[in-house]
């Protein structure tokens, strides 16, 4: 029984990936049209309509924890995270339809290393001569805000929570004193290859020295927001921004206030205003992502067919995690 069902799941991939590929190749076919290596005219006068038609602004959400996710899907496709932020700004920056793009954000920040690629894909996106304004829903926090910054202008509502620049690490716990209560073995054999290989261990109290190098990383890490900070909030002044960067969170009616944010303002109003600095008159026309649906029910159906996503693993995974983030995290115990 069990062979029958994976042998309909493969089936079921192989229809699907033939389907993705016939897709993209119609998709491809749409574009040229080479004949004796010349471009044919009435294929030249459909792409100069459709952009004409077509021209527009673009819609990228980021939503949730931030983070870059390693794995790749059944049909080769990662699934989510920063990754396909990331891949969609860069995309836009070569889609000559999109004149501007809004980034919808709302989030509370995530790791050092996906903030800081989501705020450079930003930044070339800019480059590429495309505005970007960045819209906050309920928070833009921390690593959320990192990758604001770099927009042309942020807009935020009255009571969006904005700011928390600064850097947080989480260790896990240490576990000597329930293994104590449960009379197992507190001793846990390591070896290492320098003494400070196992650094934040919870099978030993942290050295002096450890806890020096961990202060340095998060001091140059937080060094680094604040260059972020700065480059972006051209309308700031350093010791401005080193006065409103020391973890606060804001209402957006705060960060107005202290210059965190260009405007008190709706998703709507986001839109319009990416319109306007896209040389767009009226309301813009908000062109939709391509996703393929087919592609995105297999992968979510092979996570579960596979059991590679496990809530249990998940849990403990980030319950040990060794974290450096941008990340706005209330209520932590020291």
């Not at 989480?170 to 003494?195: I, N």
């Not at 480059?231 to 969170?249: F, L, S, T």
């Not at 705060?254 to 767009?280: P, W």
């Amino acid at each position: 029984m069990k062979e029958k069902i994976i042998a309909v799941y493969l089936t079921m991939l192989f229809i699907v990936s033939l389907v993705v590929f016939v897709y993209n190749l119609d998709s491809d076919n749409d574009n040229t049209n080479i004949v004796n290596n010349s471009i044919s005219p009435s294929v030249l006068m459909h792409n100069f309509e459709k952009r004409q038609l077509g021209d527009g602004i673009a819609v990228v959400h980021l939503y949730g924890p931030i983070s870059t996710q390693s794995q790749a899907g059944i049909l080769g496709i990662p699934q989510g995270g920063a990754d396909s932020v990331v891949r969609r700004l860069l995309d836009l920056s070569r889609d000559d339809r999109v004149k501007a793009v809004v980034l919808r954000i709302n989030s509370p920040g995530g790791t050092v290393g996906a903030s800081q690629e989501i705020n450079a894909a930003v930044s070339k996106l800019r480059e590429a001569g495309k505005p970007v304004v960045a819209s906050v829903a309920d928070m833009a926090a921390s690593g959320g805000y990192y990758s604001a910054v770099a927009a042309t202008e942020i807009y935020a509502n009255k009571g969006s929570l904005v700011g928390s620049i600064g850097v947080i690490m989480s260790l896990p716990p240490g576990v000597q004193g329930l293994m104590k209560w449960a009379k197992l073995d507190t001793k846990g054999r390591v070896f290492t290859s320098g003494k400070f290989k196992d650094i934040g261990s919870v099978y030993r109290d942290m050295l002096p020295e450890e806890s020096t190098l961990l202060q340095n990383l998060i001091n140059n890490t937080y060094q680094q927001f604040l260059a972020a900070v700065i480059n972006g909030r051209k309308n700031m002044k350093p010791n401005e921004v080193r006065k409103v960067a020391q973890g606060q969170i804001y209402t957006g009616v705060q960060a107005l206030e202290n210059g965190l944010i260009d405007h008190i303002g709706t998703f709507d109003d986001a839109v319009l205003r990416a319109g306007a600095l896209g040389g767009i008159k009226g309301r813009p026309r908000v062109i939709p992502a391509k996703i393929n649906q087919l592609s995105m029910f297999f992968e979510q159906l092979s996570m579960k067919f596979l059991n590679i996503s496990n809530p249990v693993k998940a849990s403990l995974q980030e319950a040990t995690a060794f974290r450096l983030e941008y990340r706005f995290q209330p209520g932590l115990f020291k």
